[in-house]
């Protein structure tokens, strides 16, 4: 049995595997397949200022190897959340990150002020990255001034883990990640779903209500992975590697690239039990090849 134990950054992690927000409800969604205290972390979806409605429907759809979706950050806000989500998770013994969005830079400072306040929440990741959301998201995301300026806002107020969530429909991902390092990250998360469109040839209209939406599963690991192995070898903070990974041979390629840790998303609606299949097959691959720990094979590319 090897030590898959992680530290990122001060976030202490009993093996590398996260799941990513979005694709894993609140965690007790899942608690009547996996034991959830045996994953690394959970993080839950999107959490705003306000109550959102969403994005209207049609705002998923199956595409080769993947899917699109444009759910636009439904949820109830965040004081929602403390008062309802909360008191039925903080006793989960693993760690619970919240996923942070906000249309304003006052509505990201607003909620992981908030955050920072619950004893059971050791970090944030803040969402800077998210496509499905007409107003915010997208454009702090896409810039390093403005990447940079609302993680120097949120480190004011937040005083755990700082978590950044990176969007692959930049330019240049590691300037990004270096500009978010510079203001105050522990560490980055990446990738956010690829833009991408679907469109029906009978009705000769998009999919999506939203026409655009953000494409993850299978299909953009091999930009993932490529997109990790350049932001671990420009930043000196920890990375979080996810996009695509579904197996564990698939988590240990990012592993391999130099990411800490890994979230597992998509895949999620496929396998409900995925998470605790990739911890087992880390472990195996680990053990057969003669290696004691994780922190050995992280970032050998």
């Not at 619950?118 to 997208?138: F, H, Q, T």
């Not at 990176?166 to 690829?194: C, F, W, Y």
Request: aromatic share 6%; proline share 4%.
């Amino acid at each position: 049995m090897a030590n898959l134990n992680i530290d990122i950054n001060g976030l202490s992690l009993k093996n590398p595997v996260l799941t990513a927000s979005g694709t894993f409800g609140y965690g007790t969604e899942f608690q009547d397949f996996i034991d959830l205290e045996r994953l690394g972390g959970f993080i839950v979806k999107g959490t705003t200022l306000k109550h959102r409605e969403g994005n209207p429907y049609p705002r998923m759809a199956e595409t080769p190897s993947g899917m699109l979706n444009a759910v636009g950050l439904q949820n109830k806000g965040v004081d929602y959340f403390i008062e309802h989500i909360y008191p039925t998770i903080k006793d989960v013994n693993t760690n619970i990150l919240v996923n942070v969005s906000g249309s304003t830079i006052a509505d990201y400072v607003a909620t992981a002020e908030k955050i920072n306040a619950l004893d059971r929440i050791p970090a944030i990741e803040l969402n800077i990255s998210c496509p499905n959301v007409k107003e915010g998201g997208m454009a702090f995301g896409t810039s390093c001034i403005s990447a940079s300026e609302v993680v120097k806002e949120v480190r004011k107020v937040y005083k755990k883990h700082l978590m950044v969530k990176l969007s692959p429909n930049v330019t240049s991902i590691q300037e990004i990640a270096l500009a978010v390092e510079g203001a105050g990250a522990d560490s980055v998360s990446l990738i956010n779903t690829l833009m991408g469109m679907a469109v029906n040839v009978k009705t000769r209209k998009p999919v999506l209500s939203t026409i655009t939406g953000g494409l993850s599963g299978p299909c953009v690991k091999p930009v993932a992975l490529r997109m990790v192995w350049q932001v671990a070898k420009a930043v000196k903070i920890p990375v979080v590697g996810l996009g695509g990974i579904s197996c564990a041979n698939d988590a240990i390629e990012f592993l391999l690239a130099g990411a800490s840790a890994i979230q597992i998303g998509t895949a999620n609606f496929i396998d409900p039990t995925v998470t605790i299949k990739v911890i087992d097959g880390i472990n195996d691959y680990l053990d057969q090849n003669g290696f004691t720990s994780v922190k050995e094979i992280i970032g050998v590319i």
